[in-house]
């Protein structure tokens, strides 16, 4: 089946469910750069019936099980693409111990060491905002939706910039056509486009942060205190 969203005789935006095989349903395939397993495509309905059966939620309530989707959908785009990129570091980091290993190098430069080290940091760190995100969605708080904006661009840009940093350690090898860092640089540059333009999404997200509404606090409420932080990790 599909979720299409859709105006309603009264002009709400309302969000139903359609059958993938009913009649006047046309859909078209389109195959994506490097995003091997990704669903991309085209949809056309001429007269598809819709019952009111069907009607996901109520009337009106389309834009609010949109924000509440991308708020869950959001945040595993960016752990998908933190994923590729702790694997691009994985490989790195192998490919440069075999070459130490093998004397085709003496020992490893300090720039390389940091590049490793740094990229281990901006991988980790991204993903516990991508937790974070997650938590708030399933929790229904009322700022999933900035952060769900806020961290899928992110964690995907963090995810491009320390695989395309890492890649550059591995030399030439890691450029040809069979390398699968070429298949995970292929797959974080498309993410940085798919579900929205990431200057879109932080516009997004600072909209929100400078809203005038009272009720819409800034931020998670941090720990102030060693015993606040040991308390939160702990509960």
Known sequence: MFVVFFTDPAGQLTAGIIDAGARGLDRRT???SGLAGW???ELRLDEVPLHFSDVLGR???GMELLREHFAHYRPLVAATALGAAAAVSDHVAAHLCARR????????RDNALITVGRSYAQINAALL????AQRLSEGGDQLATLWGCAIKAHGVDAAHATAS???LLAGATGFTASSPLTKALGDLSALRYADGIHD????AAGRALTATSPA?????PLPRTSREVHNRLHA
């Not at 905002?129 to 974070?132: E, H, S």
């Open 30 to 32: 389109v195959r994506p």
């Open 39 to 41: 669903s991309w495509g």
């Open 59 to 61: 009337p009106g309530q």
């Open 216 to 220: 819409m606090p800034a931020a998670i």
């Open 200 to 203: 879109s999404l932080y516009r």
């Open 101 to 108: 290993s093998s004397r085709l190098i003496a020992d490893l």
């Open 165 to 167: 940093e890492l890649a």
């Open 129 to 132: 905002a991508v937790l974070t």
